[in-house]
């Protein structure tokens, strides 16, 4: 059994690379990533920087685990290294997205910590998600920018990723649409969307047909001599 609040006892105990998070990020991480600490995964953030990120990751998740990380700045390949794979592009470039995840099959958890410009987030989200296992997580953090103009945001702005997000909604319910929404790769691999301030997670699961039962106490069978 797996003690809670490591990563957040980690993160304040931190006397490695730079690590920069929301506090209340740490819940939110345990809450969807702690299921995955029994056995080796394969993990991609987007966003290095200091590279303080992937190393708490390599400590959190089993010995074995490949951390991979992607950033548009060349400076960061200096923190690959022990299970620490690092791939200079960008996260608006489909082709180089492609290319990484070409050399590891399928990502259990994606977080996206890169530019958090909305474009990019979507471009990502759009070329990653079917990327991510059967039972994976897609992570994205940061989402206040999506109400930031200087991102690309705005409130209810068309190419915000929060929108973008909102609309998945109805492709996950596409099943009880009538007309106008198809039943999508998405609809039929996505389990659930969790919004939180400033993040929105991407739970998967393979959804079968819709089915609904009716179960109900039979009536008490009379007795003999009744
Ligand atoms: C918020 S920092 C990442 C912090 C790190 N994940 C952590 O927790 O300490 C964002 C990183 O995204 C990178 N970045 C900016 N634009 C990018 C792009 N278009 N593609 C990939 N990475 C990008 C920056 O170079 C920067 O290192």
Redesign the pocket.
Known sequence: MHERGFLHRYFLNNGGK????WIHYFDIYERHFARFRQRPITML??????G??LQMWRDYFAPGSTIVG????PD?KQHEGDNIRIHI????DPEFLHEVAERYGRFDILLD?????NA?VITSFETLYPRVAEDGVYLVE?MHTSYWPKWGGGLGKPGSFIEYAKRRIDDLNAAHVRKGLEVSAFTRSTDSIIFYDSVVVFEKRPQGARQHLKTFAMPPERDAEG
Do not use: T
């Not at 730079?18 to 998070?21: D, I, P």
């Not at 992607?70 to 700045?73: A, F, G, S």
């Open positions: 730079r690590l920069h998070k953030e987007i966003g290095v920087h200091g303080g990120s992607i950033d548009i700045n960061c592009g960008s996260q608006n910590d890169g530019s958090h410009v990019h940061d």
